[in-house]
């Protein structure tokens, strides 16, 4: 900005003197415009040059992430189902989401150079949609965690995956937003979850997104949908946090389950009336918060903490909030009709067994 006020100085001196001395100093105006043209030429090829240089740069960048990531990301096949993985440790064992492996309990994984082996599951957690299998052989490198907790929104993010089948597919956006918490629409929602703007599609579940330095940041999980135009909604995707991710590959590695969620429960299986009037209760189990607190069958959730619960997305998004040992109140509408409200000690969501 200051350097853009020095030629308007210089122009306006030399009128002043080629108003008093006439031609000859009019001549060496011309002069100095030329000079000042040829400078500013000059400027524009510096700026040309240095822009050209960063991008080149920013290039490379992104090359050198793909190849330094690209072979510890995998294709998960099922017999009915495709997505991707991340090697998790040099034992073999593979992250990727618990939605990825369904039922299945083997599994076909196809490395980046195109081999083939047959894994095994270790365990999942469908409360953050994560699970781990394990390959043998393959010498597979292992991918590098980041801290996700040092995330800024506008951070470069990249996902590398396997969308649609087309294996070790690479997408580049920046990180969105941070500690969102979007349902999956299956009761459960992701807590903490990541919106990004890099491509996410059918297929890239499971897979790698990374940072500008080539570490894993998070895992792809969902790609947000369009209501009102149907479909996905382009650069809105959203996915696992890598400290999550450790956290929960770690005790499923260890234990074969999660053991420590830390995540909200009440203890009742829930259902949709189609109506959103509420959450329907199918199911109370024994020795649950819900159970301790006289949850029945047959009633309806239709508040937690205030907080409205017209269907069970919103009943998982107001739990995500939630931490165990919390006392809410819960309201509910009875089979008679009427309404009662109860209080709950909030439990903590147990772990999935292998």
Do not use: C
Request: cysteine-free.
């Amino acid at each position: 900005m200051i350097r853009l006020k020095l030629p308007l100085a210089i122009v306006a001196g030399s009128a002043l003197v080629a108003a008093l001395v006439g031609f000859t100093t009019a001549s060496k105006s011309h002069a100095s415009s030329d000079a000042s043209a040829a400078a500013a030429t000059s400027a524009a090829t510096s700026v040309s040059k240095a822009t050209a240089s960063t991008g080149t740069d920013l290039q490379n960048a992104f090359v050198s992430v793909f190849k330094n990531v690209s072979p510890s990301v995998v294709q998960i096949e099922t017999a009915s189902d495709l997505g991707s993985g991340i090697v998790f440790d040099s034992k073999g064992d593979i992250v990727t989401n618990d939605h990825v492996v369904g039922t299945a309990k083997t599994f076909t994984v196809t490395t980046a150079s195109g081999k083939q082996l047959k894994g095994t599951l270790v365990g999942t957690f469908a409360g953050d949609d994560i699970a781990v299998i394990k390959v043998s052989g393959g010498n597979l490198k292992p991918a590098t965690f980041a801290d996700s907790s040092k995330l800024e929104v506008g951070d470069l993010a990249m996902a590398l995956g396997n969308p649609l089948g087309l294996q070790s597919s690479f997408t580049e956006g920046i990180v969105s937003a941070l500690n969102r918490d979007e349902s999956e629409g299956n009761g459960f929602t992701l807590a903490r979850a990541i919106q990004t703007s890099a491509a996410i599609n059918p297929g890239n579940s499971g897979g790698a997104l990374v940072d500008i330095n080539g570490d894993v940041i998070g895992i792809p999980t969902l790609a947000a949908t369009d209501a009102q135009e149907g479909g996905a909604a382009a650069g809105i995707g959203f996915a696992i946090p890598s400290n999550d991710v450790k956290n929960y590959a770690q005790q499923i590695i260890d234990h074969g389950k999660v053991v420590s969620s830390n995540r909200a429960y009440i203890g009742v299986a829930v259902a949709d009336t189609g109506q959103e009037n509420g959450v329907y209760i199918s199911g109370v189990t024994a020795g649950t918060p819900g159970a301790k607190a006289g949850l029945k069958t047959g009633e309806l959730i239709t508040a937690v903490n205030g907080k409205a619960t017209a269907d069970s997305s919103a009943l998982g998004t107001v739990l995500a909030g939630l931490k165990p040992g919390q006392t809410v109140t819960v309201k509910v509408t009875l089979q008679s009709g009427g309404s009662s409200t109860v209080k709950v000690t909030l439990g903590e969501y147990p772990g999935s067994t292998s």
